[in-house]
């Protein structure tokens, strides 16, 4: 089952079905899919929706055209008349869709089909899987533009490449292909860009097949792992392990092993 659902209700994004998997592709394709507000708003309320589907087991972000997404809309935020307070709440808004990435109990796979800079490269890292075209390009600008990252990027970024090459794409701003992305640990894979879409595909597919509960827990204790001490990280991993085999999941998956089949999870 795979249909497009251009809903009325998301003027910025387009949503579509794969199955299990629900795929957002940023529609703002005259703009290289760069943010204003309501892409903000309305990739919350897409994630939100995601998260409250018992159908959905694992989501994709990608972008419409030939961008991901190249960040905020200069043009827009130029001519807009903005206080202090609401300026301090638009960057809020970032800030709260890369959290809602990092914290949504599904995975995210983002499908970087082009640009992906500034607020687009912030939302990338914060997907738990980052598959790139070969030539698309990530980069962080913040520092040419006199601004700095947000989004947890300061945090996350050293984790996956290391605090040297962190230090490097973040104070120099320098934009990289999918294939050095892929070299230096920042994505999971490059592909053609011909074959990008069929791999986030297949890769979303593969995990939407994971006990839903189990991914659940694992993707709280791998974020939270590099901020807990080592005894409270092996309690919450008991605590996960024990809430696992409460679930009928876990009896289906001990009778799949036995009976050499494919396990059915439900989530719960």
Same mark, same amino acid.
């Given at each position: 089952?795979?249909h497009?659902?251009?809903?009325?209700?998301? /003027?910025?994004?387009?949503t /579509?079905r794969h199955?299990?998997?629900?795929?957002?592709?940023?529609?703002r394709?005259?703009?290289?899919?760069?943010?204003?507000e309501?892409?903000y708003?309305?990739?919350?309320?897409?994630?939100?929706?995601?998260e409250?589907d018992e159908?959905?087991?694992?989501?994709?972000?990608?972008?419409?055209?030939?961008?991901?997404?190249v960040?905020?809309?200069?043009? @827009?935020?130029?001519?807009?008349?903005?206080?202090?307070?609401?300026?301090?709440?638009?960057l809020? $808004?970032?800030?709260d869709?890369? /959290?809602?990435?990092?914290?949504?109990?599904? %995975?995210?796979?983002?499908?970087?089909n082009?640009?992906?800079?500034?607020?687009g490269?912030?939302?990338?890292v914060?997907?738990?899987?980052?598959?790139m075209a070969?030539e698309?390009?990530?980069g962080?600008? /913040?520092?040419?533009?006199?601004?700095?990252?947000?989004?947890g990027v300061?945090?996350?970024?050293?984790?996956?490449?290391g605090?040297g090459?962190?230090?490097?794409?973040?104070?120099?701003?320098?934009?990289?292909?999918? @294939?050095?992305?892929?070299r230096?640990?920042l994505?999971? *894979?490059s592909?053609?860009?011909?074959?990008?879409? @069929?791999?986030?595909l297949r890769? *979303?597919?593969t995990?939407?097949?994971?006990? %839903?509960?189990?991914?659940?827990?694992l993707?709280?204790?791998?974020?939270?792992?590099?901020?807990?001490?080592?005894?409270?990280?092996l309690q919450q991993? $008991?605590?996960?392990?024990?809430t696992?085999?409460?679930?009928a999941?876990?009896? @289906?998956?001990?009778?799949?092993?036995?009976?050499k089949?494919a396990?059915?999870?439900?989530?719960?």
């Open positions: 089952m795979s497009a659902a251009k809903s009325p209700r998301y /003027e910025t994004l387009i /579509e199955d299990q998997v629900m795929e957002i592709r940023f529609n394709p005259h703009r290289l899919n760069a943010v204003v309501a892409l708003t309305e990739l919350l309320q897409a994630l939100a929706e995601a409250g159908t959905v087991r694992a989501v994709i972000l990608t972008g419409e055209g030939r961008a991901f997404c960040g905020a809309d200069m043009k @827009e935020h130029g001519g807009a008349e903005r206080s202090l307070y609401q300026r301090r709440q638009y809020q $808004l970032g800030n869709v890369c /959290e809602a990435i990092q914290r949504l109990r599904l %995975p995210v796979i983002a499908a970087v082009g640009y992906a800079l500034g607020a490269a912030e939302m990338a914060s997907c738990d899987f980052i598959l070969d698309a390009q990530i962080f600008p /913040e520092t040419s533009i006199g601004t700095c990252v947000g989004g300061s945090k996350i970024l050293p984790q996956l490449v605090l090459k962190a230090r490097q794409l973040l104070y120099l701003g320098r934009r990289i292909d999918g @294939e050095e992305a892929a230096i640990g994505a999971t *894979a592909w053609t860009q011909d074959a990008l879409h @069929e791999e986030a890769l *979303a597919g995990l939407a097949g994971q006990a %839903p509960v189990s991914l659940a827990m993707k709280r204790l791998v974020n939270q792992g590099a901020n807990t001490d080592l005894e409270s990280q991993e $008991l605590d996960a392990v024990f696992c085999s409460t679930t999941d876990w009896q @289906e998956g001990v009778d799949a092993f036995a009976e089949r396990p059915q999870f439900k989530g719960h």
